[in-house]
């Protein structure tokens, strides 16, 4: 079993996003996983990719597994079309807020970066 990988820094931290560069918080919160839903403003984030089946039931019932996270994009992201470019079962690294205790657990994202694994 697997598990979806968060990771808190209290470091300064520079992005270039589109040509222009934002500062994130001291206090930000990483987690890394798959890309297993796309929808109008915001994705989900599971610690393993998804099949058709489970993506279709995760539509209907907002469940794509244990370890997945609702990711939205935060007022202050500088990333103008965070989620546009992203693929199903692809590999991200989020840069968020806190994640919220709540059923999904969801946070908001000031950053969000395609993991390359080839």
Known sequence: MTSLVIIVFNTDFTKESNGEKGNLPND???VEGFVVSK???SI???DQPINATQRLLGLFTSDYGSGSIEVTKHPEATQQEMFNQLQ???EVRVYSEN???SNPPTTSAYWIEVIDNS
Request: charged share 20%.
């Open 88 to 90: 199903i079962n692809q």
């Open 44 to 46: 989900w984030v599971a």
């Open 28 to 30: 930000l919160v990483i």
């Open 99 to 101: 994640i919220r205790e």
């Open 39 to 41: 929808r109008m403003n």
